[in-house]
């Protein structure tokens, strides 16, 4: 029997009820956002053969419409038992099992929980290894994606916008960022369910994040047999590819020689100049 897109279809208790119009019905979600590997392999880049290795490439391609309430009363609804992430929507349980990680997120089960912290990880190190020009005097006290390398800077980009979104500064590295770098530039095998799972109770003890995964999620709720027919269904749009428009952004542009930052260029063309006055000169 289909049960009404309101209030009482998608929370049963009228305390509960109070409590998710007080705390929860204005909690945002997060901007969707989503690539395709093969754009970036086709223009030269690295970072997409990182994300394949790891095995997230269903989970960061997922282009799908999403259902923002049903969204909201899950993470309302969300707790934890015995490691599987539990909740319950429109009176359907959900949990978070293997079987939907694998099949529903495309995701490898097993791994490190790297952003909790690794042996040996030098923050600092980290950094300063992403970073095109290391040796130029920069204040260490903020680590800024600006400076970083074009796949390092994708990377980053792709952990805190789509694999482990927790805040809106994405103009600064956090250190969980840095965990997963390394383990991506030294393919080490996150457990990614456990990430995103850590991730999901993290955001609803901070009341002021916004709420990620939201594709993710309600495909998992469709599948599991809650009803969205008369839900409001959102879908993306063109800013949520990741593509050209944000390498621009990012303050590259396309080359003979490919991708390179506009500082790049610039230096391409003075050495390429002082090469031509050269020649000239003999």
């Not at 395709?36 to 970072?47: H, N, T, V, W």
């Amino acid at each position: 029997m289909s049960r009404p897109s309101q209030l009482e279809g998608w929370i049963s208790n009228d305390e509960s009820q109070s409590k998710f119009l007080d705390c929860w019905k204005m909690r945002k979600l997060t901007t969707h956002k989503f690539l395709k590997l093969s754009f970036f392999r086709s223009e030269g880049f690295l970072f997409q053969n990182w994300l394949k290795r790891q095995g997230v490439r269903k989970f960061v391609e997922m282009a799908d419409p999403w259902y923002r309430e049903l969204v909201k009363v899950f993470y309302y609804n969300l707790w934890i038992s015995e490691g599987t992430l539990c909740s319950r929507v429109q009176g359907v349980d959900i949990k978070l099992i293997d079987d939907i990680w694998t099949n529903i997120a495309g995701l490898k089960l097993g791994g490190e929980r790297c952003h909790l912290g690794m042996e040996g990880f030098h923050k600092f190190s980290v950094y300063q290894d992403s970073l095109r020009n290391p040796e130029e005097v920069r204040d260490y006290s903020h680590y800024k994606t600006g400076g970083m390398k074009k796949d390092d800077r994708l990377a980053v980009f792709v952990i805190s916008r789509i694999l482990m979104p927790i805040g809106s500064n994405h103009a600064q590295d956090t250190t969980e960022d840095l965990y997963l770098l390394k383990a991506f530039k030294e393919n080490i095998q996150v457990n990614w369910p456990t990430t995103i799972s850590d991730n999901m109770l993290k955001v609803t003890r901070l009341e002021s994040a916004m709420l990620p995964y939201c594709v993710f999620i309600s495909k998992v709720l469709i599948h599991l047999g809650v009803d969205s027919i008369g839900e409001s269904s959102e879908s993306y749009s063109r800013t949520s590819l990741i593509n050209k428009f944000v390498l621009h952004k990012m303050g590259m542009q396309h080359t003979p020689n490919g991708w390179l930052f506009k500082n790049e260029v610039a230096e391409e063309d003075e050495e390429a100049r002082g090469s031509s006055s050269i020649q000239g000169s003999v």
